[in-house]
């Protein structure tokens, strides 16, 4: 099977998925969109109530400022791929659980794993806990971590910004940092922060790690 038809695979998998508690709430589960080929992959949080009604990623105000941002990058979204640590939406936009997270990684493990992108965006803390075990998103937002033979780079979440406007200019100014990691600019190394933080790469067979409940900031 062809690493397209995976994908479109797994999609459907999620669409009907049953693993968690989540899938009885929902209206519809948000697989993520993209080609299947991409050089940058965004992943947040979890679904919202937009993206609940539409099945697609950051389709609300935190998809319009999404967009704002991929703009700054020099990218738009026909060309990445996005999505979220856990596919159905928790309750009154809750932080995802342990076993929601849980129940969701094989599905993101096996998209990072086809699509194989030279850069991964975490946007917020709980997609940051995936690859950074003890990082501080206020202490590493806008910082790329070379992790296996990828870049990771922690951002806040876009609605970090809905609740705290100062954290705006932080966002976009983060944003703009890519177009030098991607190289739509005049080459600039990427700095690599250690921070002694402890990084992992993605293993399909690894069993997660239950991560801290945090919220978006």
């Known amino acids: 099977m062809s ?30 969109e ?7 992959m965004f992943i947040g949080e979890g679904p919202g109530f937009h993206e609940n009604q539409q099945g697609k990623p950051f389709v609300g105000q935190a998809g319009a400022f999404l967009d704002e ?15 979220n640590v856990v596919k159905c939406r928790p309750p009154s936009n809750r932080d995802p659980m342990p076993e929601e997270l849980t129940a969701c990684e094989v599905y993101l493990d ?3 794993q086809l699509l194989n992108p030279k850069v991964i965006v975490t946007l917020g803390r709980f997609s940051m806990a995936k690859f950074i075990e003890n990082g501080r998103i206020s202490q590493i937002h806008g910082k790329a971590h070379q992790i296996g033979n990828r870049l990771v780079v922690t951002m806040y979440h876009p609605a970090a ?7 705006r200019p932080v ?3 983060d944003f703009a940092k890519l177009r030098h990691l991607l190289g739509k600019e005049e080459p600039v190394p990427p700095k690599v922060e250690d921070l002694s933080l402890t990084v992992r790469p993605v293993k399909a067979d690894e069993k997660p790690m239950p991560p801290e409940q945090l919220s978006l900031f």
């Open 110 to 112: 096996e998209q990072i």
């Open 69 to 83: 941002l991929l703009a700054a990058a020099d990218l738009k979204r026909g060309e990445v791929f996005i999505t």
């Open 34 to 40: 993209g080609p299947s080929s991409v050089d940058v």
């Open 161 to 167: 910004a809905l609740h705290q406007p100062a954290l």
């Open 3 to 32: 690493d397209t038809n995976r994908l479109q695979t797994i999609r459907e998998e999620i669409l009907h998925c049953q693993k968690c508690a989540l899938a009885k709430g929902r209206n519809k589960a948000v697989p993520g």
């Open 171 to 173: 966002l976009v100014e």
